[in-house]
């Protein structure tokens, strides 16, 4: 009899171990969220993706992670009501599942529909549910979470394809003006404009891109008397100094530099201004060790406000249309003259890395204060030393001069770029609230 009783208890003790490890729970770590984004750049990367669509990428796949964690946390609030158009959404009937886990994989599941190469993100989701796996998840609560992501992720899909961007195929080839001080495409690559029709889509929180418009550019004139002419002379005189050169290189983010390599012009891959600014957001959450549903609204703030900075940054480029440092100098200075970076493929006013750094730096002072130090590290695996800030303004600041250090910009562009993504970012912070 004691024999048989000691040897029931040792079933009921292996069943006791092994319920427990079929219910370990998924705790997904912040710095996934982290690690998601740069999984999308990576795509980003390979895909040659533009940086206003960039922003939209990022922001969509955000939502849906945070869709999860606002009907699973109550801590945090729909964005319904809150965004434009954005509907009220359907709560999956699932049994078990992680939300931190379905928050993940509807971040995957989003973007691997919108990214022309989203099928690459495979690999990563298959590593994060093997990791889950090994810490004792069962296939159970795996499979709820999957079933709660995609649902969650349709939903946003569909509010994503409500917002116009799939119509602007059917809107004319654009047609650079022949007018005097006009943009037009600039060496080696000679690229067409890049999304000339941006201010079409859908913003966020906007009532409509032309809410922030800046005041006019200095305007475009040849004589050597004019503050146009003042203007070219401030890049054409810039001595490029050593450390200035650093500033410039770092903050790049030319996803379509071209290199001449003889008779070849070979593509530079590089990331986006917004998947810099993504790789700051999670550095900062990293330091603050802002728990999992912080790491997502953060993130998510900021890619909404990198998505509305880009809209009303580009309605002001092919409005006021204004020709790049590059093609004014040498035609009407000196026609040798190069600038230190490669120029981007759009018109010159705004700069929009000064709006939309300008923007994500006032939301990010928002949730973390306005002397919060770090180390920014994104640009160290592109070959760039990290660079200290005291503060996301100055890292701001600095993005937006690295471009007059670069010889891209004209310095109204900069100053009056960073004052629209101050007005942006402020506005995202207030609509958002939390």
């Not at 006791?16 to 999308?40: H, R, V, W």
């Not at 729909?78 to 959404?89: A, C, E, I, R």
């Not at 000679?190 to 889509?201: A, K, L, R």
């Not at 007059?404 to 942006?424: C, L, R, S, T």
């Amino acid at each position: 009899m004691a024999k048989l009783i000691k040897g029931w208890l040792i079933i009921v003790i292996i069943c006791f171990f092994a319920s427990c490890k079929k219910d370990a729970p998924a705790n997904i770590s912040p710095d996934e969220i982290g690690n998601m984004t740069l999984q999308m750049t990576d795509v980003m990367i390979h895909d040659v993706t533009n940086p206003p669509l960039s922003a939209r990428f990022f922001a969509y796949a955000c939502l849906a992670g945070y869709e999860v964690v606002s009907q699973n946390d109550t801590a945090y609030k729909s964005m319904h009501g809150v965004l434009n158009d954005y509907p009220k959404m359907e709560k999956p009937a699932v049994a078990a599942f992680s939300y931190q886990l379905s928050a993940m994989l509807a971040m995957l599941e989003t973007a691997k529909k919108m990214q022309p190469s989203g099928s690459l993100l495979q690999t990563y989701q298959a590593g994060l549910l093997d990791s889950c796996r090994n810490e004792g998840v069962s296939e159970e609560m795996i499979a709820g979470s999957q079933e709660y992501a995609v649902a969650i992720s349709k939903q946003i899909l569909k509010y994503a394809k409500a917002d116009k961007y799939n119509l602007i195929s059917n809107f004319p080839r654009y047609e650079p003006s022949q007018t005097p001080g006009a943009w037009y495409p600039t060496p080696p690559g000679y690229f067409p404009p890049v999304e000339p029709y941006f201010e079409t889509v859908r913003p966020f929180t906007l009532d409509s891109a032309a809410q922030f418009r800046p005041q006019p550019p200095v305007a475009f004139s040849e004589d050597k008397n004019s503050a146009f002419f003042k203007l070219m002379k401030l890049n054409y005189d810039d001595k490029k100094e050593p450390e200035h050169r650093v500033m410039a290189a770092f903050w790049d983010c030319n996803p379509f530099a071209l290199e001449n390599k003889g008779h070849l012009l070979v593509g530079m891959k590089k990331i986006s201004p917004g998947a810099h600014w993504m790789g700051i957001t999670n550095i900062a959450c990293k330091q603050a060790k802002a728990d999992f549903s912080k790491t997502m609204l953060v993130n998510t703030s900021v890619a909404i406000a990198l998505m509305d900075g880009f809209m009303t940054c580009w309605e002001e480029k092919f409005r006021s249309n204004r020709i790049r440092p590059e093609t004014a100098i040498r035609k009407y200075i000196d026609p040798t003259w190069t600038p230190f970076l490669q120029t981007p493929p759009f018109p010159e006013y705004l700069s929009g890395h000064s709006v939309i750094s300008s923007a994500s730096a006032i939301v990010l002072t928002h949730y973390f204060g306005n002397q919060f130090e770090y180390t920014d590290t994104v640009e160290e695996r592109f070959g760039l030393k990290a660079r200290k800030f005291p503060s996301f303004i100055a890292a701001a600041e600095e993005s937006g001069m690295s471009r007059f250090y670069g010889g891209i910009h004209f310095m109204d562009a900069i100053e009056n770029g960073q004052k629209q993504g101050v007005q942006v970012g402020e506005w995202v912070v207030r609509k958002l609230g939390d």
